[in-house]
């Protein structure tokens, strides 16, 4: 076991040999040329997996997302999206700045959009409020302990939708994937567009794939070169990006199992804490606690690192990098952890 269990976040997880040996052997050219292979091949191989016919390699998921919102709305407009998504709360504004839209936003206490919530948020454009340009949903939703969407969810927020186009952000829709059993290409059939982190999970050193029409994925290739993101010789890369697309995801209902451990630690310690053991599906653990530090400073005693993502908000994630040794110090942690008594 190694010396540290690092359960602060899946985006820590290092490249496996197999990406180091592809990244070595990488054929490349320069890409913003459209002359890479390794990456080409990444970019089509991500299309035809999740059924659309175009995709764009990007140095980040932060990166994606932001194209996908610079490309499918109008500064002046209306982003509806939760109010704990990454593009809302963990972007640092980002929006605001590369595409000059508001957020409109809803609750998503378990990770989901209510369709009636969005065609209230539409109707609102009739009522001197901006008009609703995009809907933004989160799969899996990492602020509701990486929740999956279900389909019907889906399909319900997109007929509220009507004709605002929906991005997904997808950072984990591998993970969703793996614990519903419903195909990737299910849920992005009902989208404009998707993006999916290969640095988390996946285990890839770096980038982030979006997909959708090939004229959207156009627009976005001229959006990232203006946010600085054209890249030359990125088949090294995205070489490692193809191993974790081929060999990475299925492995990951692993990382569900020993977060389902985790999860029923947490709610023996914290029966108060609002976390349903059984919410939890995918990789990710948050529960309330009213003093994170102090609960971080213990675990940390047991060599254990853990991430507050909220004033009063604690999150465990697990990965390819945290085994069941791994997992049984971090119980033992939980469950000797002093104080902070939630109710
Ligand atoms: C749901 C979600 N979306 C987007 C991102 C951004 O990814 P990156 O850190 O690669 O920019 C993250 C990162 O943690 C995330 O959890």
């Not at 990406?19 to 052997?25: G, I, T, Y």
């Not at 995709?55 to 209306?78: D, K, W, Y």
């Not at 539409?122 to 602020?143: D, K």
């Amino acid at each position: 076991m190694p010396d540290v269990v690092d359960l602060r976040s899946d985006t820590v997880t290092r490249p496996t040999p197999a990406m180091r040996r592809a990244m070595a052997d990488a054929e490349v050219g320069d890409d913003d040329y459209g002359e890479d292979p390794t990456v080409r091949a990444l970019e089509e191989h991500f299309a035809q997996r999740v059924g659309k016919p175009a995709s764009l390699f990007v140095a980040s998921g932060v990166m994606a997302n932001q194209i996908a919102i610079r490309v499918l709305t109008e500064p002046g407009t209306a982003v509806v999206a939760g109010r704990r998504q990454h593009v809302v709360a963990y972007e640092y504004g980002a929006a605001a700045m590369n595409a000059g839209i508001q957020f409109v936003e809803l609750d998503d206490v378990d990770g989901m959009l209510q369709a009636d919530d969005v065609r209230l948020a539409r109707q609102a454009s009739e009522h001197h409020q901006p008009t609703v340009s995009l809907v933004s949903i989160e799969n899996t939703h990492m602020a509701a302990s990486g929740a999956p969407w279900s389909t019907e969810g889906l399909r319900a927020l997109v007929a509220a939708a009507g004709s605002v186009p929906v991005h997904m952000d997808g950072a984990r829709l591998f993970n969703a994937e793996a614990a519903t059993g419903v195909p990737a290409s299910e849920w992005v059939s009902r989208v404009a567009t998707v993006m999916c982190c290969l640095s988390k999970g996946l285990c890839a050193p770096v980038g982030s794939l979006l997909a959708g029409d090939a004229d959207v994925i156009a627009e976005g290739r001229l959006a990232r070169k203006r946010l600085g993101g054209g890249m030359r010789q990125a088949g090294v890369l995205a070489a490692p990006g193809l191993v974790a697309l081929h060999e990475m995801i299925e492995r990951l209902p692993e990382d569900h199992a020993r977060a389902a451990r985790l999860a029923d630690a947490v709610a023996q310690r914290w029966p108060g804490s609002g976390l349903d053991p059984a919410a939890v599906r995918t990789n990710i653990i948050t529960f309330n606690h009213p003093q994170p530090d102090k609960l971080l400073a213990h675990l940390e005693g047991y060599g254990v690192l853990a991430h507050a993502i909220a004033p009063s908000t604690v999150r465990l994630v697990t990965h390819h990098d945290v085994d069941d040794a791994g997992v049984a110090r971090a119980v033992a942690a939980l469950r000797d952890a002093p104080g902070g008594d939630v109710s």
